[in-house]
Structures are given as C-alpha cells and as structure tokens.
C-alpha cells in the first residue's frame, strides 16, 4: 500500500516541538518524492469537549456534544485517512492533557473499532522524562481502536535538531509502506482483540451486531491470515478461558 492521506493529530496546544518534528517527517518523505499529503489537525484549534461519563457513546453510538463540537469532524477525518501521526508532548509523565480529552472521547471505538490495520507512527518530545510511558501509552490507544502502531519516533531536548539515523528512517519507511497482508499482530494485539470480542459476545449488544455484521466473531485478529501457530492456540485459549469466566449481562 503507498499511503496519499497522512492525517496528523498534534497534541501539543502550541506549534512547538512536536509540531516541528513531524513537519520534519513531512519534508523527509518530500525529500524523497513520496506521493503523500499531510493534513494537520492542531487539537488547541478544535473545539472538544470533556467527556461526561454518561456511557451513552458505548451503548448506543451516538453522544451529547455530537452536533455541538468538533469530535466527530476529527474521527471522520481518522477514518478517511491512509495512516495517522499520533502525536503528544510528555506532560508530567504522560500524554497531554488536551490529547486525553480526546481520545476520552473516542471511547465507542474500544468497542466497535473502525480504523482497521490503519498504519499509525507515534511522535512524542520532551525535555527529558517520560518518553516511554507516553509512547507506550499512544501505542496501547492505537491498538484500541483497531489500528497498528507501526513504529516510534522520539526526541529529548539534547537531540531536537538532529537528523533521521538510519533506525529512524526505516520506520518512517514502513510506515508509509505497511502492508496489512505482511502483518503479524502482537500478542498485545491478539489479547486486545480478544477482550473486545469478548464484550461483544457477551456484554454489550450493540458490540455484538456490529462485530457480527464485520465478520470477526470467529476470528482470532481483524486480519488473521499471517498469525504464527503459537500466536494462533495462545488467542484461542486466552478467548476460551475470558469469555468463560465472563457472565452475559441480565437485564434489570
Ligand atoms: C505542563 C508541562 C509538563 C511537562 N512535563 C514534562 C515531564 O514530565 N518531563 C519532561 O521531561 N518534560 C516535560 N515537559 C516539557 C515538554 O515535554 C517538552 O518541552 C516538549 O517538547 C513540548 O512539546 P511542544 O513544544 O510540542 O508543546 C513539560 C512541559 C509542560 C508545559
């Protein structure tokens, strides 16, 4: 697959050095007559609201600020995409704040994901702490939703301005080439994918029709044709054992 529409969520409020770092990727892939268009979403620019925790996204799609803010705008546009930059200064330790609102309110894609096998490259920046756990963090959300972190790029103060390595030009590499046909998914991958099946085989009967209508019910990953042998008996069982022990949900 050669990827055309590169959507890039910058969680920073300001342009500053995460800004500059995908810019920096962008001119990379210029640089080398990529056929590629990067559409920048500035998350400071959008108007997104807190999430209200009344559930109403799990149960039933749809959610209180649907018509009034510009969440749903963002997702479409996540949807419509290629591959995606996810991207998040570390603030104390983590994503930031106006990211996490964000992806708070993504929520029904943990349960009805839509951004199938979509490549995802995680960039962060800090000044010096912190870029493990944010990555980690960005890497298990892009997972959630149904896509494939395919790859981290990373910077610390000392090394703002450095020049691509080699390690970092081949993920940058594969992630405009990820090919879902090549893809093992991870055991983090096939556990995830489990418990969503699980909830929808059991808990929640939106979860169900929409997996039953995507053909997944009795399928082990989203694309499931390159998964070892041992990977293959591992998500059987971890499915076997959690949809067991899961109790479906009585009405009251
Ligand atoms: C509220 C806040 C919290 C921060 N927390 C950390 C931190 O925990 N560790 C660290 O090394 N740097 C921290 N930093 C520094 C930023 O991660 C760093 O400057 C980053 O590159 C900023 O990205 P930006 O220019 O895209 O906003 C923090 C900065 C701010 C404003």
Same mark, same amino acid.
């Given at each position: 697959?050669?990827? *055309?529409?590169?959507?890039? &969520?910058?969680?920073?409020? @300001?342009?500053?050095?995460?800004?500059? /770092? %995908?810019? +920096?990727?962008?001119?990379?892939?210029?640089?080398?007559?990529?056929?590629?268009?990067?559409?920048?979403?500035?998350?400071?620019?959008?108007?997104?609201?807190?999430?209200?925790?009344?559930?109403?996204?799990?149960?039933?799609?749809?959610?209180?600020?649907?018509?009034?803010?510009?969440?749903?705008?963002?997702?479409?546009?996540?949807?419509?995409?290629?591959?995606?930059?996810?991207?998040?200064?570390?603030?104390?330790?983590?994503?930031?704040? *106006?990211?996490?609102?964000? &992806?708070?309110?993504?929520? @029904?894609?943990?349960?009805?994901?839509? /951004? %199938?096998? +979509?490549?995802?490259?995680?960039?962060?920046?800090?000044?010096?702490?912190?870029?493990?756990?944010?990555?980690?963090?960005?890497?298990?959300?892009?997972?959630?939703?149904?896509?494939?972190?395919?790859?981290?790029?990373?910077?610390?103060?000392?090394?703002?301005?450095?020049?691509?390595?080699?390690?970092?030009?081949?993920?940058?590499?594969?992630?405009?080439?990820?090919?879902?046909?090549?893809?093992?998914?991870?055991?983090?991958?096939?556990?995830?994918?489990?418990?969503?099946?699980?909830?929808?085989?059991?808990?929640?009967?939106?979860?169900?029709?929409?997996?039953?209508?995507?053909?997944?019910?009795?399928?082990?990953?989203?694309?499931?044709?390159?998964?070892?042998?041992?990977?293959?008996?591992?998500?059987?069982?971890?499915?076997?054992?959690?949809?067991?022990?899961?109790?479906?949900?009585?009405?009251?």
């Amino acid at each position: 697959m050669f990827l *055309l529409n590169i959507v890039v &969520i910058n969680g920073s409020k @300001r342009k500053g050095n995460t800004y500059n /770092l %995908i810019k +920096k990727i962008e001119k990379y892939y210029l640089s080398n007559n990529k056929d590629i268009s990067f559409n920048y979403i500035n998350l400071g620019e959008y108007n997104i609201s807190t999430c209200l925790g009344c559930e109403v996204c799990i149960k039933s799609d749809k959610c209180p600020f649907d018509t009034k803010d510009d969440v749903n705008k963002i997702m479409n546009q996540l949807n419509d995409s290629d591959g995606i930059i996810l991207s998040s200064p570390v603030y104390l330790e983590q994503v930031s704040g *106006l990211l996490k609102t964000f &992806i708070d309110r993504t929520c @029904r894609w943990f349960h009805r994901p839509e /951004l %199938i096998c +979509k490549p995802i490259l995680i960039v962060s920046t800090t000044a010096s702490s912190g870029l493990k756990r944010t990555t980690k963090y960005l890497e298990s959300v892009a997972v959630q939703w149904g896509a494939v972190p395919v790859g981290i790029v990373k910077r610390k103060v000392y090394n703002y301005n450095n020049a691509f390595d080699s390690k970092e030009k081949k993920v940058l590499d594969n992630f405009i080439n990820f090919n879902i046909k090549n893809y093992n998914p991870s055991f983090y991958q096939l556990t995830m994918f489990q418990v969503q099946r699980v909830l929808a085989n059991k808990v929640i009967k939106i979860d169900k029709e929409f997996w039953n209508e995507k053909k997944w019910m009795n399928k082990i990953y989203y694309y499931d044709r390159n998964v070892p042998y041992i990977k293959k008996i591992y998500a059987k069982l971890f499915f076997k054992m959690l949809n067991n022990r899961i109790q479906p949900v009585k009405k009251s």
